[in-house]
């Protein structure tokens, strides 16, 4: 059962953006050229302009960072002053870099995926998004810089829908941040467990407390986010009903924490992908990741060949993810009966330990297509190992 949530006093992004040509917060093909000895193609990625204060304040920002950026020099400088090539660290520190960021996450304030952002973007300005997609197409559309969401659970396993909305829209995977979840039984003051009958939360939060919310007799209601639980029980002075959300949650709507740690395990970890308009530069300086998705033939063996081509190149697989391919039912010409496959055609998502700038990888990629049907890179970034 899904429970209607009312909308946060800050609305949430929705699907249905009211301008359909939405001014780019920061685009960097609009702003002028740099002055000061900077290499065209170095300027027009980097330098300021633009219209509100807050626009121009981001491009004074990247301004300066090319200021500080080994491009500086001028026609009296030394040669030794002279450019240097920009590095990847460089880059991805420009990538990293949450100031002045505006990062979409999936829920309201509180929610897992707020925090998350705030992880990967440090001094960012979250924005919140009522549905995933909505995060993707903000990105899209200029409304935001990046998209920070969860991938995957280490008790909950994958989020598929995030799975498939990676291939169907065109962003870069640019970043992986990990993030320890710690889930608490919040009620409204003055309740007490035995009063409870139900629990609200995300569906994966539920999932993450099964044994702890069994042993407790409580029906569960899928709700949209475990802020947004939380937000519904407080704004309904629910007595029935608690929410399964983080302390932060309880904080921001006033609740009771009547349980800590309530997840079945306390390893318990998310993953989210940090996701923009472009891809980084690759680099080798540190180890990074890269994210693939392909399809193949049906026929015996096609996957053991395909995942051997990164074996045999002693490249190390982080996970593996099938995902049906959503054309299952055919119908026949008169349109009338539907047809079904004798075999579900599959997406394999797979992400390996190795720079698309190490040439093991290049070379397993070249490999792969030679026999895959369809193959996308979907980003090659700085693996996230602080949590293990
Ligand atoms: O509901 C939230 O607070 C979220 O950020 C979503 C989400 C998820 O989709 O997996 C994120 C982390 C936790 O695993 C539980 C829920």
């Known amino acids: 059962m899904t429970a209607t949530i009312p909308r946060s006093p800050i609305t949430p992004l929705h699907s249905q953006f009211q301008n359909p040509n939405p001014t780019p917060l920061f685009n960097p093909r609009l702003l002028p050229q740099r002055r000061r000895g900077i290499p065209h193609h170095a300027a027009s990625s980097s330098s300021g302009g633009g219209e509100s204060n807050r626009h121009k304040s981001r491009a004074i920002e990247l301004q300066k ?22 590095t990847s660290a460089l880059l991805s520190n420009l990538a990293t870099e949450g100031s002045h960021l505006r990062v979409a996450y999936q829920g309201v304030r509180g929610a897992y995926s707020e925090s998350a952002a705030e992880k990967a973007y440090p001094n960012c300005e979250p924005v919140p998004c009522e549905q995933f997609d909505t995060a993707f197409e903000a990105v899209e559309r200029w409304l935001v810089d990046r998209a920070v969401l969860p991938i995957e659970n280490s008790l909950g396993g994958s989020i598929h829908r995030n799975y498939d909305l990676l291939l169907r829209h065109k962003l870069h995977i640019v970043g992986e ?16 467990i035995e009063d409870l009958n139900r629990v609200l939360s995300h569906p994966q939060a539920l999932a993450q407390c099964e044994n702890t919310l069994t042993k407790l007799g409580l029906v569960r209601e899928a709700v949209d986010d475990t802020a947004g639980a939380a937000k519904h029980v407080a704004f309904h002075k629910l007595k029935d009903a608690g929410a399964v959300a983080s302390m932060a949650a309880a904080k921001i ?27 980084i530069i690759p680099g ?30 002693n490249i190390n697989l982080t996970k593996i993810e099938s995902r049906p391919l959503q054309k299952q039912a055919l119908q026949t010409p008169d349109g009338n009966a539907t047809v079904f496959p004798k075999y579900f055609p599959y997406l394999f998502y797979v992400d390996f330990e190795a720079s698309m700038a190490d040439e093991r990888a290049q070379n397993a990629l070249g490999h792969l297509k030679e026999f895959a049907t369809f193959m996308r890179v979907l980003g090659s970034y700085p693996a996230d190992n602080g949590l293990q």
């Open 284 to 313: 080798t300086d540190k180890p990074f990741k890269t994210s693939i998705v392909f399809s193949l033939e049906e026929g015996p063996g096609m996957l053991f060949k395909a995942l051997a081509v990164f074996a045999m190149r």
């Open 177 to 192: 941040v990990k993030l320890a979840i710690r889930h608490c039984l919040l009620a409204n003051h003055g309740i007490k």
């Open 253 to 279: 709507y006033g609740l009771n924490v009547l349980a800590q740690d309530i997840q079945d395990d306390s390893d318990n970890v998310t993953r989210f992908l940090m996701l923009a308009r472009e891809p």
């Open 65 to 86: 960072l090319i200021e500080d950026s080994p491009y500086e020099f001028n026609s009296k400088d030394s040669p030794s002053s002279l450019p240097r090539p920009l």
